[in-house]
């Protein structure tokens, strides 16, 4: 490292202000600072100095779901080879030993990459622009979103419409706004909903999740569009729902491997277990509540299902709590949490055209929150002023 230090020293002068390349002068930085701390200090005024800083928050997240994006691309294989005809009959505890895990992986592998390099040279490449023009700091930011948006799509949508949304994503969801930690809402969610409005036939239904050609078949039908049909017939078990062995979006089957990125990131204080718990709480609330009704087969589902199938687990854990988007006082991150599960499950047994309705939940609180920390805060401020005039009057 020593090495690689001084050569980026020794290259350095020319993007220094001055320099015949001051012009890349973001870029280099943006560089270097991937590579190393940045050596800019403060020089005025009174700062609380701590050891984290954006690009380790950042990469903490990356830390918590890579497990899952290494399942993902396992799984993505898994439910490849389940659906070809020689494999006709067998299970994923069966197809391991037959197939081989490395071929299984490489596979998965080999379907996935291409998503998370669209995903950053799409999205890294928009940010340089805008930095270059501005002349400000390339941010860590998007260290996250570029491996989260390939995380929530099918694995068979088109490399042109990731990029497409990737784009735009960083466009009007972050850059419009003024960039890193200015924006309102989540900016991955807003690349899939972009897909999803722009190109409903990639997201959703049973296309997205079977590829044309018997070679090349990804996967069958998911669970959430099984009971959009009406049916609950095709579910996989419980357990299989649980650890992630089902067909959908390449990050968001695994719901174990999720609630241990959500207890990671707990524990290095980077999520808010506000948050993930109200979400939980707030969605399985809605589904008891729905139990009851028993109008179709949404609402026929046991409560607990909605939260390991879909996005559900996933938006919650990695979504909801993104620190920028969310709500920030503690009691409106409650609030927030639960009115995303709520909202979540509402859409979908209401609108079985839509099974899925993290997303939207989220986008839809994303919007809400700062007028949800705004009542808590006056609420607070009513509560100390009508205790001090309680003191006053007590004193005379």
Avoid: C
């Amino acid at each position: 490292m020593k090495g690689l230090r001084r050569f980026v020293d020794k290259i350095k002068p020319p993007f220094e202000k001055g320099g015949k390349l001051h012009f890349l002068h973001s870029t280099f930085d943006a560089f270097e600072t991937f590579l190393f701390v940045p050596n800019t200090v403060t020089k005025k005024g009174a700062h609380i100095r701590d050891v984290i800083d954006m690009k380790r928050t950042m990469i903490m997240v990356v830390i918590a779901v890579m497990p899952l994006m290494l399942f993902g691309m396992f799984n993505i294989g898994i439910q490849h080879y389940l659906l070809q005809p020689e494999f006709s009959g067998n299970t994923w505890q069966t197809i391991i030993p037959e197939v081989g895990f490395w071929k299984i992986l490489w596979y998965g592998v080999l379907k996935f990459l291409p998503l998370i390099v669209v995903s950053y040279v799409a999205g890294l490449g928009t940010e340089f622009v805008f930095a270059q023009v501005r002349g400000h700091e390339v941010n860590e930011g998007f260290l996250v979103s570029g491996i989260l948006i390939p995380l929530i799509v099918p694995p068979t949508v088109p490399l042109w419409m990731v990029a497409l949304a990737t784009i735009f994503a960083v466009i009007f969801g972050k850059e419009v706004f003024g960039g890193t930690g200015m924006n309102i809402v989540n900016p991955a969610l807003l690349a899939r909903a972009f897909l999803f409005f722009a190109y409903p036939a990639h997201m959703s239904g049973d296309a997205p999740w079977v590829a044309s050609g018997s070679v090349d078949i990804i996967s069958g039908p998911t669970p959430l569009a099984s009971a959009a049909s009406g049916t609950l017939d095709n579910f996989p078990s419980v357990m299989d729902m649980f650890l992630g062995f089902m067909p959908g979006s390449v990050g968001e089957t695994s719901a174990l491997l999720i609630l241990l990125g959500g207890l990671f990131l707990v524990i290095t204080g980077i999520g808010s277990f506000r948050i993930m718990a109200s979400v939980f709480a707030g969605g399985f609330g809605m589904a008891l509540l729905f139990n009851l009704w028993g109008a179709n087969t949404y609402m026929d589902m046991p409560a607990f299902y909605h939260l390991i199938i879909g996005g559900f687990a996933f938006g919650a854990v990695f979504m909801a709590t993104d620190p920028v988007s969310a709500a920030q006082t503690p009691k409106g991150k409650i609030i927030y949490g639960v009115l995303i599960g709520v909202f979540s499950v509402l859409l979908r047994v209401l609108n079985p055209a839509y099974p899925e309705g993290m997303m939207l939940a989220i986008l839809f609180m994303n919007v809400m929150a700062p007028m949800i920390d705004h009542y808590v805060l006056a609420g607070n401020i009513k509560k100390r002023q009508k205790r001090l005039k309680t003191i006053k009057t007590e004193e005379v």
